[in-house]
């Protein structure tokens, strides 16, 4: 027998190499499903976190921005690492951690356990999520199908995002604790899925430690400040020390990326225009979408009376709308234009947010689950063409690099979000006054990123 005669036929092989494809796909598609979750599921079990666990406003914030910080902060690097590792190892190290760090949550004994449990958490999203995409590219490497694979990828985060705060406010009727623990089947199957993935390839990669270091302290030093400055007021000394000395790290930051052999900024990414109106319009975006839910899920239920599930039914129609226009947005963007799509959701998400402030406090909370379907409409109207815009924009070899960018100034913008507007809604006498200021801020920063959109390259925003 000639030994060509053992190799599997053409079809089978085929066949095999599909399967791999869509294991790796599923793999991804979970893994990005549990990081968008576990983004926005724990908005409406804030309260029940605090019968439980203690810790005030500034322990609720922590409960967010622990995770939203370290998610920020590492994916600057993430890229890099899942490059050195390879892409099925740093996304399998990344979901292993993230499902025992959300075992440690679902358990916590204590808030100090649960923040820690949560900055975990972060880290290991940051990891996953480059993996998730770099995975998917190698079990798709055709243009076409990969594009309906990361479409695919993309659905299973709208998903998450549109059903997060049902899911969590079902569960919250159960125990806050199950909005985690439900990731460890979850985490399992994704592992499973994982092990049937052919390797991947390694490639050597810098890492700028200092640059990463640096970021860190300058995204760790401004948030604390702003979250402690709640209860302390701004001029207490360690708010003013830790402002002080997360301003002094953005500094040492831009220094050193001017000057570094391999920043993590490329000086092709930080003369680009669209890159730096694209990261300040993520920045913004998230100021609304994510310090939207935050506030008006304590509102909801705290002072209006609303149970857990009820507040995530009352942000159901918010999050629906983003998923039904969002398959769209593409075919939108072609008869609008980028520039003018991104500014009109700025303007549409100002304008919710503003409305929803000025409404008065007896309003219905129909009334208000209304109005918020207008940030939620932002969203099919700004992410998808400023993200077309922003990979028009850099090079091939630059897209993941300002992927990671764009992504680490969206998750800030949250963290910030939730410092600023918590530490406006920490004294319960002023808790109104804070709702109002806190949504009109919002609906500022909205305003400011669609002046800011007119600047698009309009060959880029094509």
């Known amino acids: 027998m000639e030994i060509?005669?053992?190799?599997?036929?053409?079809?089978?092989?085929a066949g095999t190499k599909v399967r791999r494809a869509g294991t790796a796909l599923a793999a991804s598609v979970v893994g990005f499903f549990m990081i968008t979750l576990d983004a926005v599921v724990v908005n409406v079990a804030l309260p029940s976190i605090r019968a439980d666990l203690g810790g005030g406003m500034t322990g609720l914030q922590w409960v967010l921005d622990g995770y939203t910080l370290m998610f920020a902060a590492f994916l600057l690097s993430a890229g890099a690492f899942s490059d050195r590792l390879g892409a099925k190892r740093s996304f399998g190290v990344g979901l292993a951690v993230f499902v025992i760090a959300s075992l440690a949550c679902g358990v916590a004994p204590d808030l100090a356990t649960l923040l820690a449990a949560r900055f975990v958490q972060g880290a290991a999203a940051a990891l996953m999520m480059p993996a998730s995409m770099a995975l998917i590219g190698?079990?798709?490497p055709e243009p076409a199908r990969r594009a309906r694979a990361v479409a695919f990828w993309a659905m299973g985060g709208a998903i998450a995002s549109t059903s997060g705060p049902v899911v969590g406010g079902l569960l919250n009727l159960v125990s806050w604790r199950l909005i985690f623990l439900?990731?460890?089947?979850?985490?399992?199957?994704?592992l499973i899925l994982?092990?049937?993935?052919?390797r991947s390839a390694r490639h050597s990669a810098p890492i700028d430690w200092i640059g990463q270091t640096t970021a860190m302290l300058a995204m760790g030093g401004i948030t604390y400040g702003v979250i402690e400055a709640g209860a302390a007021g701004f001029a207490a000394p360690q708010v003013v020390t830790a402002l002080a000395a997360g301003l002094?790290?953005?500094a040492a930051f831009a220094v050193l990326q001017a000057r570094g052999r391999h920043p993590m900024v490329p000086p092709e990414l930080r003369r680009s225009g669209t890159v730096r109106v694209a990261a300040a319009a993520g920045f913004a975006f998230m100021v609304g979408y994510y310090g939207l839910p935050f506030v008006m899920s304590l509102d909801l239920?705290?002072?209006r009376g609303l149970s857990s599930f009820q507040t995530g039914i009352a942000f159901l129609p918010m999050m629906l709308?983003?998923?039904i226009i969002t398959?769209?947005?593409a075919r939108i963007v072609e008869r609008s234009g980028t520039r003018r799509l991104v500014v009109l959701g700025f303007v549409v998400m100002a304008t919710g947010l503003a409305a929803i402030a000025l409404l008065p406090a007896g309003a219905p909370v129909g009334a208000v689950s209304g109005l918020m379907v207008l940030v939620g409409l932002a969203g099919p109207l700004i992410m998808p063409p400023i993200t077309a815009a922003l990979l028009n924009a850099v090079p091939a070899h630059l897209s993941g690099t300002a992927s990671g960018v764009f992504n680490t100034s969206r998750q800030f913008g949250g963290a910030l979000a939730v410092a600023v507007f918590g530490s406006l809604l920490a004294d319960p006498s002023t808790f109104h006054a804070g709702v109002l200021t806190s949504l009109l801020l919002a609906a500022a920063v909205a305003l400011c990123a669609a002046f800011a959109s007119r600047q698009l390259n309009a060959r880029d925003a094509q």
């Open 248 to 250: 002094a790290a953005l």
């Open 327 to 329: 398959p769209f947005s």
């Open 4 to 13: 060509g005669s053992l190799a599997a036929p053409p079809d089978v092989q």
């Open 138 to 140: 190698q079990a798709y």
């Open 182 to 190: 439900i990731n460890l089947p979850v985490g399992v199957a994704a």
């Open 301 to 303: 239920q705290q002072h």
């Open 321 to 323: 709308i983003g998923l």
């Open 194 to 198: 994982l092990a049937r993935t052919p």
